[in-house]
């Protein structure tokens, strides 16, 4: 739909105006970090922030929430959960927004997973360019995820006096609806955008040692590769990783019943692939018992099987898995001795085969 042209002064004033329409959430600095979190006025968020603790799928996919009550003294009455805040989501950084291109695919386009979609049809997603890396643990340029194309609402590129408003989509188009503090762009607006977007791409660096397309390759081959039972050994098992996932959805169903049998609840929340109880079934039987195999479940859904069934990889290299590890297990340093050890494994057998 084009550019439009923000001047900064009045982006605060665009928020204003956004508040008195929707929830409004954003990056909120706390303790030394950032979450995102619900804000009244411009100066609650920095969207000039590294990254947030949790991802902002949050807003999408809570961590616990109520899918249906019933009440079997009223004739087996059964209510789903509906009523959900038209929400915009402000600042959001890129690989982010993948990340929700990804759970979009899982829970809409794949089974309609209606509170899902509820919520994606009254959330608007605005986000902003990343122009130089958040931290050194992200490797988003790997993962292809540190500029997008699409999957926003409305996409603001800094321009240093003012900011490049890219509409994306129709809800995006309603978001400035109203509010006359946006203009035109001229040439020199688009000639400085390219000029932005060119000076970015050298401040971020290549942090795999082959290219991301050879990832599900590599997996395939590495399956009974030692290194899964090393990180096994050094894991706690405390599913921090999945917890600060973007990506990661996986949820227990339970229901909770009041004492007199008669009324209750259903309702989900997130789960881990890295608790020992996760892979548990009838019989006792766990088919992932070892810390070890869960690791390399962990990282063949990221690098695989996700883009074998979705046509998207699971990981968008936004690093937060790696900051918050407390034994340091990184998908950088995983993948990259994988192909370490595949690549000598190689060269031996090429030695061998040579001598023989």
Same mark, same amino acid.
């Given at each position: 739909m084009g550019f439009k042209i923000l001047p900064k002064e009045r982006i605060s004033d665009w928020v204003a105006f956004l508040i008195q329409q929707y929830r409004v959430v954003g990056p909120c600095p706390r303790h030394g970090q950032h979450v995102f979190g619900e804000i009244t006025t411009w100066e609650d968020m920095d969207i000039d922030y590294a990254t947030s603790v949790i991802p902002p799928k949050k807003y999408l996919l809570p961590m616990e929430e109520d899918l249906f009550h019933f009440d079997v003294s009223e004739g087996g009455k059964v209510q789903i959960?509906?009523?959900? @805040?038209?929400?915009?989501?402000?600042?959001?950084?890129?690989?982010?927004?993948?990340?929700i291109q990804l759970l979009d695919r899982v829970f809409?386009?794949?089974?309609?997973?209606?509170?899902?979609?509820?919520?994606?049809?009254?959330?608007?997603?605005?986000?902003?360019?990343?122009?130089? @890396?958040?931290? @050194?643990?992200?490797?988003?340029?790997?993962?292809?995820?540190?500029?997008?194309?699409?999957g926003y609402d409305i996409h603001l590129t800094d321009l240093g006096d003012s900011y490049a408003v890219d509409i994306g989509t129709l809800k995006g188009a309603m978001l400035l609806e109203g509010f006359g503090g946006v203009h035109e762009a001229s040439e020199e607006d688009y000639r400085l955008v390219n000029q932005v977007m060119s000076e970015k791409w050298p401040k971020f660096p290549m942090r795999l040692e082959f290219d991301v397309n050879e990832l599900p390759g590599l997996l395939e081959t590495s399956y009974e590769s030692p290194l899964w039972e090393e990180l096994g050994n050094r894991c706690l098992a405390c599913g921090t990783c999945t917890t600060v996932c973007p990506t990661c959805y996986c949820f227990d169903v339970s229901d909770e019943v009041d004492l007199k049998l008669k009324a209750g609840k259903r309702y989900r929340r997130a789960d881990s692939c890295q608790l020992e109880e996760f892979a548990s079934v009838a019989g006792g039987h766990n088919f992932r018992r070892q810390q070890g195999d869960r690791q390399r479940h962990r990282f063949f859904r990221k690098g695989k099987y996700q883009m074998e069934t979705h046509n998207l990889m699971g990981c968008v290299g936004c690093g937060r898995c790696a900051q918050q590890c407390l034994v340091n297990i990184t998908p950088v340093d995983t993948y990259n001795e994988l192909y370490r050890r595949q690549h000598q494994a190689a060269k031996t057998a090429g030695i061998k085969e040579a001598t023989s």
């Open positions: 959960v509906r009523g959900h @805040p038209k929400t915009v989501i402000f600042g959001m950084h890129t690989c982010d927004l993948h990340a809409v386009q794949d089974y309609n997973d209606q509170h899902y979609y509820e919520r994606r049809e009254d959330t608007f997603l605005v986000s902003i360019e990343c122009l130089k @890396p958040c931290m @050194p643990d992200s490797f988003c340029k790997d993962m292809g995820t540190f500029t997008v194309t699409d």
